[in-house]
């Protein structure tokens, strides 16, 4: 991507180096920034911290798999001392302040240019995390079952970047890269990937790790990390803070343990089976990456580098799935239309996206339906984007077509497509068919009630018929049920512009920018609604309470940030 760009992932980087250093200590965190160290005969050059984390992992007898011949030729290593992952019911961070924590971050995250918006792929992702969580629940699994305040709130994301890579931050969000879905060959591997970092979640090994002291550090270094990000987006400043011989030592700090990332696996295999995918999954899809770029060499995924990935593991997961009798689990269609809409979202340049045209032509010759499917999808949604409706119609019939060959009788598969739905609707109303497009919309959320992209292609088609006071009614309900979702409160701000609600306009931007972290501007914005004419005293004692409540959420974040920790 462009260098000019600001990186989601540069700020999710820092972030996850805050947590690094909470964990492991300021003194030796900085010492580790200094001086790139060295683990047993691994020697470290270039980017070369997943050499050091497979070393480290592999050094150990424990980590080995009881079917894999003995390592009589290895030399004797040192003993590796690994952070200590403290008493889950001890000192460690409570369910509550982990997700505050995460929140914050989220905050930071969601206005990056990086953080993808594209409403489908938001859906994909979280429905599959609803449905593996249910599965965590009914197997009965350690943390699935929380209620109250204990409770996750899962949320998964995606960011728009051709790496291969995942994480889980604080408080239950995971992050998924688009080239990591890009890369999968089936649901089943995105979902083994989706349950190995809810595993992560639910073991608590972000938050088994942080004690009240930790975290002090990590909010007292965070202004530091994001004021160097800031900088290393000015092409004329130096940007090496994340760069060459301490990015070796920060991603080395970054890995999770190795005793966390077996116990990450058992735990995401058994929500995997539960959840009625196929085990093969992870064994398989970690196989074609070991096969794909080499596990020993520099240009390692990124999800290798902070999930030390062996032979071992691989071996570890390919043992546990012989323990499942085999069974044929096919691929939801919609797994094809996310990945063509991923491979849009990180197409970034024009240039890239005639490049990724003619790839979308080329996989729409394939023999196998699915990339036939994605292919056919891809050009729809490329059209789309320039303008050429009738031409994006005849690719999305296509599609629809060999959809629907696919989805044979009996089979799981959903004949109906979200994906192929809410394009239908948004041509549809790029075509001024307005009553179409809404109609579309209507019949999709009803088959997806929870869908973001459906609800929003509903509240558009509302607007553009002039009917904001039904889009009102409506996004009203849904910000008062999911009152921590932006998207809803943009788009009821919008909707009261065009009702002419001066008040209420404002204060839904408000609620918009407080959820952003722009704390300054959503203060503004109900000040501004408070002193607008037009609300009557319902809608004026809102705005107050709201006002007087972000206020003291900003002096909070304020006094959270100014603390040292044992530097101050």
């Known amino acids: 991507m462009p260098q000019s760009r600001p990186s989601v992932f540069r700020r999710i980087l820092a972030y996850q180096l805050i947590l690094a250093l909470a964990f492991s200590g300021v003194g030796s965190a900085y010492a580790a920034l200094s001086t790139p160290p060295v683990l047993g005969d691994v020697s470290v050059q270039g980017d070369s911290a997943a050499i050091q984390n497979i070393g480290r992992a592999m050094q150990s007898p424990e980590a080995r798999s009881p079917n894999l011949p003995n390592r009589n030729?290895?030399?004797?290593?040192?003993?590796?001392?690994?952070?200590?992952?403290?008493?889950?019911?001890?000192?460690?961070?409570?369910?509550?302040?982990?997700?505050?924590?995460?929140?914050?971050?989220?905050?930071?995250?969601?206005?990056?240019?990086?953080?993808?918006?594209?409403?489908?792929?938001?859906?994909?992702?979280?429905?599959?995390?609803?449905?593996?969580?249910?599965?965590?629940?009914?197997?009965?699994?350690?943390?699935?079952?929380?209620?109250?305040?204990?409770?996750?709130?899962?949320?998964?994301?995606?960011?728009?970047?051709?790496?291969?890579?995942?994480?889980?931050?604080?408080?239950?969000?995971?992050?998924?890269?688009?080239?990591?879905?890009?890369?999968?060959?089936?649901?089943?591997?995105?979902?083994?990937?989706?349950?190995?970092?809810?595993?992560?979640?639910?073991?608590?090994?972000?938050?088994?790790?942080?004690?009240?002291?930790?975290?002090?550090?990590?909010?007292?270094?965070?202004?530091?990390?994001?004021?160097?990000?800031?900088?290393?987006?000015?092409?004329?400043?130096?940007?090496?803070?994340?760069?060459?011989?301490?990015?070796?030592?920060?991603?080395?700090?970054?890995?999770?343990?190795?005793?966390?990332?077996?116990?990450?696996?058992?735990?995401?295999?058994?929500?995997?089976?539960?959840?009625?995918?196929?085990?093969?999954?992870?064994?398989?899809?970690?196989?074609?990456?070991?096969?794909?770029?080499?596990?020993?060499?520099?240009?390692?995924?990124?999800?290798?580098?902070?999930?030390?990935?062996?032979?071992?593991?691989?071996?570890?997961?390919?043992?546990?799935?012989?323990?499942?009798?085999?069974?044929?689990?096919?691929?939801?269609?919609?797994?094809?239309?996310?990945?063509?809409?991923?491979?849009?979202?990180?197409?970034?340049?024009?240039?890239g996206l005639y490049d990724l045209k003619n790839q979308f032509e080329s996989l729409s010759k394939q023999s196998q339906p699915g990339k036939q499917m994605e292919g056919f999808y891809g050009l729809s949604l490329i059209a789309q984007r320039q303008g050429k409706i009738d031409q994006a119609e005849t690719y999305l019939q296509q599609a629809r077509n060999v959809a629907h060959a696919s989805s044979t009788s009996g089979s799981p598969v959903q004949r109906q497509s979200l994906s192929l739905d809410i394009t239908a609707s948004e041509l549809a109303l790029a075509k001024g068919k307005n009553e179409e497009a809404l109609q579309i919309a209507q019949s999709t959320l009803k088959a997806y009630p929870q869908s973001y992209a459906a609800g929003a292609a509903m509240v558009n088609a509302y607007l553009k018929l002039g009917r904001s006071s039904d889009a009102i009614a409506w996004l009203k309900a849904r910000t008062k049920s999911q009152p921590n979702e932006i998207i809803w409160w943009g788009m009821l701000s919008n909707a009261y512009d065009q009702a002419k609600n001066v008040p209420m306009r404002h204060y839904a931007l408000g609620e918009k920018y407080a959820l952003e972290g722009s704390w300054l501007a959503a203060i503004e914005q109900l000040k501004i609604a408070r002193s607008a004419s037009g609300s009557d005293f319902y809608q004026n004692s809102t705005i107050d309470a709201r006002l007087r409540e972000i206020q003291r959420q900003y002096q909070d974040e304020l006094r959270e940030q100014s603390k040292k920790g044992p530097m101050g």
């Not at 889950?88 to 302040?97: A, E, F």
């Not at 890995?255 to 064994?283: K, T, W």
């Open 73 to 351: 030729t290895l030399q004797s290593q040192p003993t590796i001392v690994l952070p200590d992952m403290g008493d889950p019911g001890g000192d460690s961070l409570s369910r509550v302040d982990e997700r505050h924590y995460g929140e914050m971050i989220m905050r930071q995250i969601r206005p990056d240019p990086d953080y993808s918006n594209d409403l489908p792929i938001y859906d994909f992702l979280n429905q599959m995390e609803r449905r593996l969580l249910l599965a965590a629940k009914k197997a009965q699994l350690g943390g699935a079952n929380e209620q109250g305040s204990g409770a996750y709130n899962f949320e998964v994301f995606a960011v728009k970047d051709s790496s291969i890579n995942a994480f889980a931050l604080p408080g239950g969000f995971i992050g998924f890269h688009t080239g990591l879905i890009v890369s999968a060959d089936s649901d089943s591997e995105v979902a083994s990937v989706m349950g190995h970092e809810t595993g992560h979640v639910l073991q608590r090994h972000l938050a088994r790790q942080m004690d009240r002291q930790g975290m002090n550090t990590m909010i007292a270094l965070a202004g530091i990390l994001i004021g160097a990000l800031a900088a290393s987006r000015n092409p004329g400043a130096a940007a090496g803070v994340i760069q060459g011989g301490q990015a070796i030592a920060i991603n080395n700090q970054l890995s999770y343990s190795r005793d966390s990332e077996r116990e990450a696996d058992r735990v995401g295999f058994q929500i995997l089976d539960a959840s009625g995918y196929d085990v093969n999954g992870a064994p398989g899809f970690f196989q074609r990456l070991q096969k794909a770029t080499g596990i020993m060499d520099n240009g390692v995924p990124a999800y290798v580098r902070t999930h030390p990935l062996t032979t071992d593991r691989i071996a570890d997961m390919q043992d546990r799935a012989r323990t499942v009798p085999p069974k044929i689990v096919p691929t939801a269609v919609e797994f094809y239309f996310i990945k063509a809409r991923a491979r849009m979202e990180q197409s970034g340049t024009t240039s």
